[in-house]
């Protein structure tokens, strides 16, 4: 008879027997998962492809012996924000013999303003997806326990109405309803990991264009590399 009863209730059982706003409650939570989980995948997936693209473009950036920065870039693809950067650079280089240019503080300051642009862009590209996966991981908690909570009023109307009220009669509806505070838990979880994974890698990967920036500026204003004889070494930190 105690077996019969357990087999009664579970996952099954409670989604046959929940309301319209179970229902509801439900699809919000498949919906936060599904955008979670697809952006968890996309954004890892193009991580990767842009890791793998700037350390090829840096290696063949710095092992270069030419000092001219457009022989440098000749056949590179501006796929990824290290060739963007680059390939500003080489733009703002040919608009240097402008008149508005010197009108607005050199070519020095013109050179810093479009890297700072190039830079800001990516910045903001960075942060695709974030708050979506910040909200999925704040809110979805609290709407799995809005859905347990409305679960157990369900159940203990019918309770009430059926008249029996004893714990082998309460102790099912109650836990199908804890069901949802599992779910608001299975969707937060990869939902808040993912968030600090990715500003984690934000952070990491802005710091490596600035620097990078600050090389090129560099080679621009104070090296002279664009019309320098000489070779210019790579960094110690990008050999």
Known sequence: MGSQIVEGFGVAHFLSQTDLVGRLVLLVLLLLSLASWYLIVTRSLA??????????????????????????????????????????????????????????????????RRLNHVIDD????????????????????????????????HALVQIGLSGQGTLDKVAGPVGEALIMTALGLAVAIPAVLAHNAFNRRNRLWLARLEGFAHELYVLLTVKGVATSSVAVQAPASAR
């Open 122 to 153: 990516e910045a903001a590209a960075a942060e695709y997806g974030l708050t979506v996966l910040a909200s999925a991981a704040s809110a979805a908690p609290y709407i799995g326990l809005f859905g347990t909570v409305w679960g157990i009023y």
């Open 47 to 112: 991580g990767l492809v842009a890791q793998r693209r700037a350390q090829a473009f840096l290696a063949r950036f710095w092992r270069s012996g030419s000092s001219d920065l457009g022989h440098r870039l000749q056949g590179e693809q501006c796929n990824h924000a290290f060739a963007r950067l680059a390939a500003e650079g080489l733009d703002a280089l040919a608009d240097s013999g402008g008149v508005s240019l010197a009108a607005a503080g050199g070519f020095a300051e013109y050179l810093s």
